[in-house]
């Protein structure tokens, strides 16, 4: 079966830039998430998916990031405008959906200068 | 509800075995365990889903002791292909929000 799809694979860009980030889920898969990895350090979920209604955002930073879903099927993850701390790879996983593993695509690694 | 993962670092010689530990402050509902190489995605190693069960991947396996509130992993006879970060990713009771750990760095020397 295809992998979590990920574009672009690096971005960089200067702060108060926008930037966008596009994931497609393995097909069937309900749950999409996003995660943002700080260097040397865990995967933090940023909002979570089930089909195209939010889970959980309660750690995504509102003021400057959003995410949709739409059709439940690809999804896309924005930073308006970007800080430096936004610098880190965001991590698109996808599952079929409770106490099923996490299927995570390559990431996009995001330079903010 | 970060969980809290030790030790840090491993160092250890090709065959040899180590644990890894990963422990959490409230009542877990399941455990995961991905493994990720450098500049890689993480991977899947399991699942543990009740108190006290145990899994085995290959030469990896985990245990999870509900009451002690953590999981262990095990690296038996340990190969080069083992070295990597190893996160858990937990579960409390009335929150199926996965919250990942800070990793425990493994590397395998021939």
């Known amino acids: 079966e295809a992998g979590v799809a990920q574009s672009p694979r690096y971005k960089i860009i200067e702060k108060r830039q926008s930037v966008a980030f596009w994931c497609n889920p393995i097909s069937g898969h309900a749950t999409l998430y996003w995660y943002q990895q700080i260097l040397g350090q865990g995967p933090k979920l940023l909002i979570q998916f089930q089909n195209n209604g939010v889970v959980d955002d309660s750690q995504l930073p509102k003021d400057r990031f959003s995410a949709e879903r739409l059709k439940g099927v690809d999804s896309t993850l924005k930073i308006q405008p970007a800080k430096l701390e936004d610098s880190a790879v965001y991590l698109c996983?996808?599952?079929?959906?409770?106490?099923?593993?996490?299927?995570f695509g390559n990431g996009t690694r995001l330079t903010v200068t | 509800q970060q969980p809290v993962q030790s030790p840090q670092a491993v160092i250890l010689r090709e065959g040899e075995d180590a644990v890894i530990n990963c422990s959490s402050s409230k009542a877990l509902y399941s455990v995961h365990w991905y493994r990720q190489k450098h500049g890689e995605a993480p991977i899947f190693l399991m699942i543990?889903?009740?108190?006290?069960e145990q899994k085995g991947h290959d030469k990896i396996s985990a245990s999870f002791n509900e009451k002690k509130q953590q999981s262990s992993l095990y690296l038996t006879a340990s190969q080069l292909s083992y070295s990597g970060t190893y996160f858990c990713g937990t579960e409390i009771y009335g929150n199926n929000r996965l919250a990942f750990g800070k990793g425990n760095q493994v590397v395998v020397i021939p």
């Open positions: 543990l889903l009740k108190g006290g």
């Open positions: 996983a996808s599952s079929l959906g409770d106490d099923s593993p996490l299927h």
